[in-house]
């Protein structure tokens, strides 16, 4: 496959550079991935499903650009390729528990970053009517907004090749063209002021760690685990009705009752903690395809909050600072050296928090005569999948029932399952306990 077009590096991919632990683990890693699966309703042909996953790679360039990290490192964009589509029939009764099984198992399975394109499909059939699609791709070519996007295209493209005529797509902006845009912002006056505030907010900072099960000069081997789990609807329900009574979002409230958490955890009122903003800047990049995350940290000062709501209150003013100045995480660093001291402990380790949105009409929808809708609740557990480089995540989600879902991933090397379990257990209660008087008094 030969190579096009050498362009320069984003702040995000710079950002992944810095933890590059070579091409066997870490962020070049093959399981530093996403996989996200959909339910399909309606006839499909997969040899019309290969043409359209095809056909995706060509609009997006983004899914067949290789990182170069040799010297100051570079992107190399390769001429569109083939998808690797593989097609199973998926006996059983319990269609919801095969499907999972289906996604736990493509995520299982290693996809080295020099294997281009940097997306692959599953279609696991049931009937002539029902199956499911897992897209599985490498996370230094897309983030989650971007496979919501991928899915929709595919269901198109493939609605125009069985002799439907929907709406025409809009236009996209390619990956290079959002790094032109971010490189001549840097330097310039809004540039300048972000990094202000960033060097005033984090003064004196670090991200609150996590001490860990096992030391990392141990050498355990190395894999990432995830914790999969629910709450329940009439919690959700809670933290919705104080969404709107303080005006917030979902992931404020959450991220309010995570900085309690680690506020009673670690003994600690001065709580940052790790989180992503989706780092697509202008709308017209809403289109794009990419990896555009930043790594953001989350300042909140708990001292002298005597309720939850107080805390909340907190948080919002905090997301709304830091969405305003929303920097990538290399240039916010370089303000503040000694934010990510924990992670050089040989007994920490650092657990970011993320509550995901999709993009519009990424969830669901119906094109010609086929109907997708992305599974959201995966119950599943699993020890061997999709790689967090360092520590743990967090990953909720509000799903379409009103429940909460959500994910822990772990390093194995790092963290003992019982451990996290309790964590995810001492989360949930915690939740109920804020959101069920939200006005009285926080307990020490």
């Not at 091409?23 to 499903?49: E, H, K, M, N």
């Not at 570079?74 to 996604?103: F, I, M, N, S, W």
């Not at 395809?289 to 909140?300: A, C, T």
């Not at 909050?305 to 909340?312: A, E, G, L, P």
Request: one cysteine or more.
């Amino acid at each position: 496959m030969s190579v096009t077009e050498l362009l320069p590096l984003s702040w995000n991919q710079g950002f992944l550079r810095a933890w590059d632990q070579g091409d066997q683990t870490g962020p070049f890693g093959p399981r530093y991935i996403i996989v996200c699966g959909y339910r399909l309703t309606g006839s499909l042909d997969p040899a019309v499903l290969q043409e359209t996953l095809d056909e995706v790679v060509a609009r997006h360039e983004a899914l067949r650009t290789e990182i170069v990290r040799d010297g100051d490192g570079h992107q190399a964009v390769h001429p569109p390729g083939k998808v690797r589509l593989t097609v199973r029939d998926l006996p059983g009764d319990d269609r919801d528990r095969r499907a999972e099984e289906l996604l736990n198992d493509a995520e299982a399975e290693p996809f080295p970053i020099r294997e281009l394109p940097l997306i692959r499909a599953v279609l696991g059939r049931f009937d002539d009517e029902d199956a499911v699609l897992g897209l599985v791709a490498h996370h230094t070519a897309v983030d989650e907004w971007s496979i919501r996007l991928i899915m929709r295209d595919v269901a198109h493209g493939y609605a125009v090749r069985t002799g439907h005529r929907p709406p025409a797509l809009p236009e996209v902006s390619q990956y290079r063209d959002y790094v032109d845009w971010e490189r001549a912002g840097a330097g310039g006056e809004g540039n300048d002021k972000a990094l202000a505030y960033w060097r005033e907010k984090l003064a004196g900072a670090q991200v609150l760690g996590t001490g860990t099960d096992h030391l990392r000069s141990a050498g355990l081997p190395k894999t990432t685990a995830w914790r999969r789990f629910s709450l329940p609807g009439t919690l959700t329900g809670a933290v919705r009705d104080i969404v709107k009574e303080t005006r917030s979002s979902p992931f404020m409230v959450l991220l309010a009752a995570y900085a309690v958490y680690l506020s009673r955890r670690e003994g600690t009122a001065d709580v940052v903690v790790p989180s992503f903003s989706s780092g697509r800047g202008p709308s017209r990049f809403h289109e794009t395809v990419g990896s555009f995350f930043n790594y953001l940290p989350f300042r909140v000062d708990l001292e002298d909050c005597r309720t939850f709501r107080d805390v909340i209150a907190r948080t919002r003013q905090t997301c709304v600072e830091a969405y305003a100045n929303d920097l990538p995480f290399g240039q916010i660093l370089g303000v503040a050296p000694e934010l990510m001291t924990p992670v050089t402990k040989d007994d920490c380790a650092v657990v970011a928090f993320q509550v995901f949105k999709s993009p519009p009409g990424g969830e669901r929808g119906r094109v010609g005569g086929l109907a997708y809708e992305v599974i959201h609740r995966r119950r599943l557990s699993q020890w061997d999948g999709g790689d967090v480089p360092d520590g743990g995540m967090w990953h909720l989600e509000i799903d379409s029932t009103g429940d909460i879902v959500g994910s822990f991933a772990f390093n194995t090397n790092l963290y003992a399952e019982q451990t996290v379990d309790r964590m995810i257990e001492d989360f949930g209660a915690l939740l109920k306990e804020l959101t069920s008087d939200p006005h009285g008094p926080l307990r020490a």
